[in-house]
């Protein structure tokens, strides 16, 4: 079983800064390790749905950002610490949210929806006062 730990969020005022951190941790059977899956950020504010934020392929050469994050948040990863940052930056209260880290349900493959991975972590608290 896989196990994604999340930290890193706090409250913050408009125009702030935060690094979110995501490790992962266990395995499966399948014989692929972090390293061969792409892993994403999703965020949910209050009363909404779930909805993507960004992705990183699992060797870390292709990035994906919703627009509404582009130029302002970071994604990356380190395939030998098994884990994955995302970089908050000039944070607006509409980023408020809790943010879940999550890893792709196959190999080799990085998508923007929901239903294209399968382990989440519990989730951090992003708040951003204006």
């Known amino acids: 079983q896989v196990q994604l730990v999340e930290s890193g969020g706090g409250l913050v005022q408009a125009g702030g800064s935060l690094r979110l951190s995501c490790t992962a941790s266990?395995?499966?059977?399948?014989?692929?390790?972090?390293?061969?899956?792409?892993m994403a950020w999703f965020r949910q504010a209050p009363g909404k749905e779930r909805i993507f934020v960004a992705s990183?392929?699992?060797?870390?050469?292709?990035?994906y950002y919703v627009d509404s994050v582009k130029g302002r948040f970071t994604i990356s990863r380190d395939n030998a610490k098994n884990t994955v940052i995302l970089q908050v930056n000039s944070l607006k209260p509409e980023d408020t949210a809790v943010y879940y880290c999550?890893?792709?349900?196959?190999?080799?493959?990085?998508?923007?929806?929901?239903?294209?991975?399968?382990?989440w972590g519990q989730g951090t608290q992003v708040t951003v006062s204006s």
């Open positions: 999550a890893r792709a349900k196959t190999p080799y493959t990085t998508g923007t929806s929901l239903d294209e991975y399968d382990y």
């Open positions: 266990g395995r499966t059977f399948s014989g692929y390790t972090f390293s061969d899956y792409a």
């Open positions: 990183i392929s699992w060797s870390g050469s292709r990035t």
